[in-house]
C-alpha cells in the first residue's frame, strides 16, 4: 500500500472513531438528562353539541373552523310539540360538522364537535422504568409532526394513575404460564405554550422531557 494511500485510510479511520465518540456521547448525555419518546400525540378537550331533542335542524349555518364561545346559539331543532336552541357547551373551534340544514335528527346526535385550539396540550407515553425520573413542572421540548421546524415550549402537567394497557379491551392472560413481562406506558399530559395554527388535535408528536 502506497505511504499515500495509507495515510488516507488512517485518516479515514480517525474520523470514524471522532464520530463514534461523539455519537456515544450525544447519546449518554440525552439518555441521562432527558427522557424522551415519540409516542405522542396533540389532542386537547373535546365537546360534542349534540341534538337535545327529536326533530328538524333549523338556522344551522355553522361550518368547521368556526370560532364561538360558551352558549352561543347556533340554531334550533323544531320537534312535534315544540322548538328548542342549540347552544355551544364552551368556547372553541368547530372541527367537525356531523348535520346539514334542514336535516331530521334524534335527541343525543352528535351534530358537531368543537376543540379549544388555545388550550391544546400532548398526551406522551412514557415507559413505566422511565416515571421515576419525570415530576409535575419538569420542562418539555415538544415537536410536532405538522410543524416540526419549530420547538413547543413544554411543562408535565399532570402523570397518569394507571397504565394503557389496564384500559385494554381485551387484556392479555396469563393462565398458560408463558408469561412474557413486556414494559407498560402510563399516559403524561404535557401543556404548551407557543402552539401554532399548524398544530391541529391527533397530529403526532416527540416529546423531550428535561430529568428532575
Do not use: C
Not at 3 to 8: A, E, I, K, P, V
Not at 23 to 45: H, I, L, M, P, R
Not at 185 to 212: F, H, Q, R, Y
Amino acid at each position: 500500500m502506497s505511504r499515500g494511500r495509507l495515510l488516507m485510510t488512517n485518516i479515514i479511520a480517525f474520523l470514524v472513531v471522532i464520530v463514534l465518540i461523539a455519537g456515544g456521547a450525544y447519546y449518554y448525555f440525552q439518555n441521562n438528562n432527558y427522557v424522551s419518546t415519540d409516542n405522542a400525540k396533540v389532542t386537547g378537550e373535546l365537546h360534542n353539541i349534540t341534538a337535545p331533542t327529536d326533530g328538524k335542524l333549523s338556522d344551522w349555518n355553522l361550518e368547521e373552523g368556526k370560532k364561538v364561545t360558551k352558549d352561543d346559539k347556533i340554531g334550533k331543532i323544531s320537534g312535534a310539540e315544540k322548538s328548542m336552541s342549540i347552544t355551544t357547551p364552551a368556547d372553541g373551534t368547530i372541527i367537525k360538522k356531523q348535520a346539514n340544514n334542514d336535516q331530521m335528527v334524534q335527541a343525543g346526535q352528535t351534530l358537531a364537535s368543537e376543540v379549544n385550539m388555545d388550550e391544546l396540550y400532548v398526551i406522551a407515553n412514557i415507559k413505566e422504568d422511565e416515571l421515576k425520573d419525570i415530576e409535575e413542572g419538569d420542562q418539555v421540548d415538544v415537536t410536532v409532526d405538522g410543524d416540526d421546524e419549530t420547538t413547543l415550549d413544554g411543562n408535565v402537567e399532570k402523570i397518569g394513575f394507571a397504565t394503557n394497557s389496564l384500559f385494554s379491551l381485551m387484556p392479555k392472560s396469563n393462565d398458560d404460564g408463558n408469561y412474557t413481562k413486556v414494559t407498560q406506558t402510563v399516559p403524561v399530559k404535557i401543556s404548551i405554550t407557543n402552539s401554532s395554527d399548524k398544530v391541529l388535535p391527533g397530529m403526532n408528536a416527540e416529546v423531550k422531557i428535561s430529568k428532575n
